[in-house]
């Protein structure tokens, strides 16, 4: 028991630190290319953030154990949402402006969407990993060179780009590292406490890869970087749907537990269907409305121990 929670903690600082690294590397050169803050959190950050469900659910279904790869993607994406967004609201006023985000709130949905349909037959194949991350170069692609994404460049106390590209590969090795070391100790928590990979992979494995994005969004709400912050969490989402379960199930073929149609994938539904009324009320978001949020998620960690 004390082996399997030293190499939860070992790895989940591992992941943390090699995430913080990247996303320092990314804004940097982001701001170096001219791009917005909501274009470098819909996009770069959220690559970042997303790195550590990557490299775990990569780490996961290569050691056959696919509820965890899938139990890590929708538990971290219930996560985002109602703790991230929930606890960064809550503690500091944060802004989410409709009509910036609008569309990517839309693409989300129908990935969300198009994912809960492809884990309908119990399997995500293949051609279907193939399709999700064709998604995700498209995305990409769109908000890259989306007009209304653009800004000046600023080189002003910014790392040199040769500089940014050593944070990304500093980075990639301690989540490579941190990964191996998370899931290890995921899976002999999960045998030895007798619950499933699923409800571990939802839990504690989706709450360790959510540290990334809970840390980017709580520090981008206390500099006022609002769209850091949202574009973080929607563009996180996004990254672990289409990049996550694209990239994982096209390598591995990933079996999916239909129990998860029940409780798990409704929520994750139910937390994306929420920003929208959030998104278009008063602004900012309201301590009672993030309060919401964080007991949803309580609701949701406390109904899937039970």
């Known amino acids: 028991m004390t082996l399997s929670f030293t190499l939860l903690i070992l790895g989940g600082l591992l992941l943390y630190y ?16 001219g791009l917005s803050p909501l274009v470098i959190g819909l996009t770069i950050i959220a690559f970042g953030t997303s790195l ?22 929708i538990g971290s994406n219930i996560a985002n949402v109602g703790l991230v967004m929930g606890l960064s609201a809550f503690i500091f006023p944060l802004t989410i402006t ?26 995500i194949n293949r051609w ?4 999700l991350f064709g998604g995700i170069i498209g995305y990409s692609w769109y908000s890259i060179s989306n007009p209304r994404h653009r800004v000046e460049k600023d080189i002003d106390g910014k790392d040199s780009i040769s500089k940014c590209f050593f944070y990304l590969l500093f980075g990639s090795i301690f989540l490579y590292f941190g990964s191996k070391l998370f899931v290890e100790g ?8 007798g619950v499933s990979d699923i409800v571990i992979g939802m ?26 912050s949202v574009g973080n969490i929607i563009g996180s989402n996004l990254f672990n749907i289409l990049s ?24 994750m539904i139910a937390f994306g269907v929420v920003l929208f009324p959030i998104a278009l009320m008063k602004q900012p ?22």
């Open 244 to 267: 996550v379960i694209g990239l994982v199930s096209f390598l591995y073929p990933l079996h999916v537990p239909l129990e998860i149609m029940q409780l798990e994938i409704q929520f």
């Open 98 to 123: 409709y009509l910036n985000i609008r569309k990517d709130l839309i693409i989300y949905m129908i990935a969300a969407l198009v994912f809960t349909y492809f884990c309908f037959d119990g399997m």
């Open 52 to 73: 550590p469900e990557m490299v775990v659910s990569l780490a996961a279904a290569a050691k056959d154990h696919s509820s965890i790869a899938i139990g890590n993607v």
């Open 18 to 33: 090699g995430a913080e690294k990247i996303v320092h590397g990314g804004s940097h050169l982001a701001a170096r290319l």
């Open 186 to 193: 995921a899976v002999s928590l999960a045998e030895l406490l």
């Open 203 to 228: 839990s504690v494995v989706a709450l360790g890869t959510s540290l990334p994005e809970l840390a980017t969004s709580i520090v981008a709400a206390f500099h006022k970087e609002h769209g850091i």
């Open 285 to 306: 978001i309201s301590k009672i409305t993030s309060g919401i949020l964080l007991i949803g998620y309580i609701v949701f960690i406390i109904l899937l121990f039970n």
């Open 128 to 131: 279907e990993g193939a399709i």
